[in-house]
C-alpha cells in the first residue's frame, strides 16, 4: 500500500504540536435527530489557518534540513493548502512559493499574499499550477511539497484521526472529504489502526471528482476540473501518484459523490443549523447525511475541514443558490 506506519502519525504530532491546535469535537443535535444516532462535527475549521491543511504542511517544513530551509518551499494549492504552507513557513522562517491557477476565490489568494508568500497565478486548473510548481522547484532548488501525496504530508493529516479517536472513542463511521486523497490517507490509517471495524466513507463531488474516476479506472487518471461549489476538492491525483491511490483503494469503505444542490444544502445546515460558517469542500460530509447515502449505525463523526469561503459566494449560497 505505501511505506508509511502508524508510527510515522504519532511522531508527527509531537513535531507539530506547537504549530496547531487540537480542534472541537461538537455534538450535532439537528444530524444526531436526523440521522437517529449520535452524530458528531469534528471542527477542523477551527484550526489556526481554517482548514486542516495546517497539519500536514507544518509536518512537512518541521522535517525540512538547514539547506533545505535555506532555499524555501513551493507548492501548488487550490487555495487551502497554500494557506497552511504559507503560515508555517513563516513560523519557521522559511521562504514559501505558492502556485494557484485562474479557479482559485480571490480571498484565499490575498491571505496567502497577507502571510507572506510569493503567488504565482497561472492556467485554468490545479495541473497548470502544479507544473508551474515543478518548474520554480527546479529552476530555483526550493523543496516541492504538494498539497497531498507526500508522505510527511500524510502523516500530517493522520494527527487529525488520532484526534477523532481520542474524542470518540467508540466512533464506528467516519465522514472524510476527499480530494487527492492526502487528509483521507492519513486519517484512515490512523483510525483502521485503532479498530478496523471502523467505517470511512470518502465524499467528494460529481464535478471532477479525479480519485473517484481514478479509482473506477484502477489507475491514476486525468479528469477535466470544473467549476463547483466544493472548489477546495478540485484538481488531479497525479498520473504518477506515489501514495493517496493506494492508499484511499485500501482504505476507503465506501465512496460518495454529491451534486452541487447537495452541496449548498450541506452549506446552508452548517449555517442554519449549526451556527458555522463552512466551504463547500467542508460540507460534504453533512451534505451526505442529509441526502441518507449514509446507514444509521453510531457513533457517526464527520470531518468538517475548513471554512475559508469566499463571503460573498456564501451569501449567496445560504439565498438558495448553489454557486
Do not use: W
Not at 508509511?4 to 444530524?31: C, G, K
Not at 533545505?68 to 501548488?76: D, I, P, Y
Not at 492526502?182 to 478496523?196: D, I
Not at 485500501?250 to 449549526?274: I, K
Request: hydrophobic content about 40%.
Amino acid at each position: 500500500m505505501s511505506g508509511l506506519q502508524l508510527n510515522d502519525v504519532y511522531q508527527a504530532r509531537q513535531r507539530i504540536a506547537s504549530l496547531i491546535r487540537q480542534t472541537p469535537m461538537e455534538y450535532s443535535p439537528s444530524l444526531s435527530r436526523h440521522m437517529g444516532v449520535a452524530v458528531y462535527l469534528k471542527l477542523e475549521s477551527q484550526q489556526i489557518t481554517g482548514s486542516f491543511k495546517l497539519r500536514g504542511a507544518s509536518n512537512a517544513v518541521a522535517q525540512l534540513t538547514a539547506e533545505q530551509r535555506a532555499r524555501g518551499v513551493v507548492a501548488a494549492s487550490t487555495g487551502n493548502h497554500g494557506r497552511a504552507l504559507a503560515y508555517a513557513a513563516s513560523q519557521l522562517q522559511v521562504k514559501a512559493t505558492i502556485c494557484l491557477s485562474q479557479l482559485v476565490p480571490s480571498n484565499k489568494v490575498q491571505a496567502i499574499r497577507e502571510l507572506g508568500a510569493e503567488v504565482c497565478i497561472v492556467g485554468r486548473s490545479q495541473d497548470d499550477a502544479q507544473r508551474e510548481a515543478e518548474r520554480i522547484a527546479q529552476e530555483q532548488g526550493a523543496t516541492l511539497l504538494p498539497p497531498f501525496d507526500h508522505p510527511a504530508i500524510i502523516a500530517g493529516q493522520g494527527t487529525l484521526g488520532l484526534e477523532i479517536i481520542e474524542q470518540i472513542p467508540d466512533v464506528a463511521q467516519v465522514l472524510v472529504p476527499l480530494s487527492g486523497g492526502g487528509l483521507f490517507s492519513g486519517v484512515a490509517l490512523a483510525l483502521k489502526a485503532a479498530n478496523p471495524n471502523i467505517r470511512l466513507h470518502g465524499i467528494s463531488m460529481q464535478r471532477g471528482a479525479a480519485m473517484h474516476a481514478s479509482l473506477e479506472a484502477g489507475q491514476p487518471v486525468h479528469v477535466q476540473e470544473l467549476p463547483t461549489l466544493a472548489d477546495s476538492l478540485g484538481g488531479g491525483i497525479g498520473l504518477d501518484n506515489r501514495f493517496t491511490f493506494s492508499m484511499t483503494r485500501a482504505l476507503c469503505d465506501q465512496l460518495h459523490l454529491l451534486d452541487e444542490a447537495s452541496l449548498g444544502n450541506g452549506v446552508r445546515h452548517a449555517y442554519f443549523e449549526e451556527r458555522q460558517v463552512v466551504e463547500g469542500a467542508a460540507a460534504v460530509g453533512i451534505s451526505a447525511l442529509l441526502d441518507g447515502l449514509i446507514e444509521p449505525r453510531g457513533p457517526i463523526v464527520v470531518v468538517v475541514g475548513g471554512r475559508n469561503v469566499d463571503l460573498e459566494q456564501h451569501q449567496r449560497v445560504l439565498a438558495g443558490a448553489n454557486q
